[in-house]
């Protein structure tokens, strides 16, 4: 069958490397795509969120599924606009309807719904710049760090972590009062500070029943030791060696099974991926906040590790027979060293030409932002290469992502050195 991916980064073309490998694909196409997907698949000049122009093509190629990789398509509808379209109602959209989408979309529809059912989380309020003043109140009885995000899709950096009272409300009247986030933080969720270490659980659901995917750990400060600026993620591990089979068990009866159980009672339609943000506070996992996508770039350690054929899950998920799909796993251990352009996440430039590509032995390069210009491959985003390689365990795999990556080369490159540190 003929599929159309959306989206561009280092997720999609570990998607399209994966859906490329299926005998199930028969051409793959990517809207708008990379320098990566493009060795691989056909793009295709469309922005995601333009759902007329994804029509068209679709219609005209004769796609027969659709694999949404952001979550800005999702969030906008893009799964009710194929159902509601008389021409298009039959082709299945592997991501949620708009209405699960929010899980995402909204931090506070996402709160609203943990407590609903019962899903341990971090205490909160939300705000608005009507009740700024109410905002201070309840930052006054939380002890500091204080967590603060915007409430809508602020590309990753809506959330604000901050240890001083009067900064936080200072960044409280900024983000209401002075829009820093745009329409994003018109309305903001307060959160008391959970102490621990982070990972994320990926689960595939149907609706009905679910798979639980690789866990993953990602690195998201730009300087080593989880120091500096958070960016959309320096690098990622799977699985998470802390995860014994008892947190998992936990991880499953308390988080996993009301989160499905809870979109099945809401009516919610979903088919696709609830990723699920956990930190473990002492033996116990919480949930920090749901997406109703893969990670990036965990999505370039997750798909690596499962062997079964991901057209054939999609399908299962389409067709709500994912609980009868044998699902499998690679054992080994995957990690992935990002690599980005000098400066990010603050101001850095494109157009520079990477070499070295066929050096690379042993590891997977992933394209995240890059562009063929004149038959050259040239840096195109804040986060330019994703490597990934297997190994017995992290210290094995990242060490060869490291030896891959002095193999490859442009202007004023970047990398963290200590993926994995902590673990």
């Not at 570990?14 to 809207?31: D, E, G, P, R």
């Amino acid at each position: 069958m003929n599929i159309l991916l959306l989206g561009s980064g280092g997720r999609e073309h570990a998607f399209a490397w994966k859906i490329t490998q299926s005998s199930q694909c028969t051409q793959l196409f990517v809207a708008p795509g990379n320098a990566g997907t493009q060795q691989i698949a056909k793009n295709v000049a469309i922005n995601p969120n333009d759902f007329e122009a994804v029509k068209t093509f679709v219609l005209q190629e004769n796609i027969k599924m659709v694999v949404v990789g952001p979550e800005d398509p999702l969030v906008n509808g893009v799964y009710d606009f194929f159902k509601n379209d008389a021409e298009l109602s039959s082709i299945p959209v592997i991501g949620p309807s708009k209405y699960g989408a929010q899980l995402e979309g909204s931090k506070e529809f996402a709160k609203q719904f943990l407590v609903k059912n019962t899903i341990p989380t971090a205490k909160y309020q939300s705000f608005t710049a009507e009740t700024v003043n109410e905002g201070f109140a309840f930052l006054e009885t939380l002890q500091p760090p204080f967590v603060l995000k915007a409430d809508g899709l602020a590309a990753g950096k809506g959330v604000l972590i901050l240890n001083d009272l009067q900064e936080a409300k200072e960044e409280l009247k900024n983000m209401l009062v002075e829009a820093k986030f745009g329409a994003a933080s018109a309305k903001v969720v307060i959160e008391e500070f959970l102490d621990g270490i982070e990972l994320s659980c990926f689960v595939l659901t149907d609706g009905k029943s679910y798979k639980i995917l690789p866990t993953a750990k990602d690195y998201k400060r730009i300087g080593e030791g989880d120091q500096g600026l958070n960016t959309g993620g320096m690098g990622a591990i799977s699985p998470v060696p802390f995860v014994d089979a008892d947190f998992m068990q936990k991880i499953e009866e308390r988080i996993v099974i009301p989160t499905v159980n809870g979109l099945k009672n809401d009516n919610i339609e979903y088919k696709g991926f609830v990723f699920i943000g956990l930190i473990k506070v002492g033996n116990d996992p919480f949930v920090i906040e749901y997406n109703v996508r893969m990670g990036d770039p965990e999505t370039e350690v997750v798909l690596p590790r499962i062997k079964s054929d991901l057209v054939a899950l999609f399908q299962a998920v389409a067709n709500e027979e994912l609980e009868a799909f044998t699902f499998e796993l690679d054992e080994r251990t995957a990690a992935t060293v990002m690599v980005v352009a000098g400066g990010y996440p603050e101001d850095y430039t494109k157009g520079d030409v990477i070499t070295g590509f066929e050096n690379v032995e042993d590891s997977i390069v992933f394209h995240a932002g890059t562009k063929l210009e004149n038959n050259q491959v040239v840096t195109n985003g804040g986060r330019v290469l994703a490597v990934t390689s297997y190994g017995n365990d992290f210290k094995e795999a990242t060490k060869k992502s490291y030896q891959n990556i002095e193999k490859l080369n442009f202007d004023k490159m970047y990398y963290r050195k200590d993926i994995g540190f902590d673990l």
